[in-house]
């Protein structure tokens, strides 16, 4: 089955990335399993949302010479202390397999 023949050229941005992964078993690289982008402004900032839509992810980008970047990343709305530990684990990860995919190309 094609995008097309989903129906994607009917379909939202978040729609589409929601098929993308579910049917075609394709995740957004360097992003843990059920983060959904909904808004992208290339180079400076992307923003998302957990796939339950129980959380705001904000992620900020800056050049920091050749070769080198820098990425942010903010998460609200965690209910404590303890999951905002969890979760800061969970992009410490993420954020370490983007940068051997980035150092890989």
């Known amino acids: 089955?094609?995008?097309?023949?989903?129906?994607?050229?009917?379909?939202?941005?978040?729609?589409?990335?929601?098929?993308?992964?579910?049917?075609?078993?394709?995740?957004?690289k360097g992003l843990p399993p059920g983060v959904v982008v909904h808004k992208a402004t290339?180079?400076?900032?992307?923003r998302a949302t957990a796939k339950?839509?129980?959380?705001?992810?904000?992620f900020y980008f800056y050049a920091k010479g050749r070769g080198k970047a820098q990425i942010t990343v903010q998460q609200e709305k965690l209910a404590s202390q303890d999951a905002?530990?969890?979760?800061?684990?969970?992009?410490t990860k993420s954020l370490r397999d983007l940068a051997e995919l980035a150092a890989a190309d």
């Open 1 to 28: 089955m094609t995008l097309d023949g989903a129906g994607a050229r009917d379909l939202s941005h978040t729609a589409i990335a929601d098929l993308v992964h579910g049917r075609f078993g394709v995740q957004q």
């Open 42 to 46: 290339r180079p400076k900032s992307m």
């Open 52 to 58: 339950d839509g129980s959380r705001s992810i904000s």
């Open 84 to 91: 905002a530990l969890k979760q800061k684990k969970v992009w």
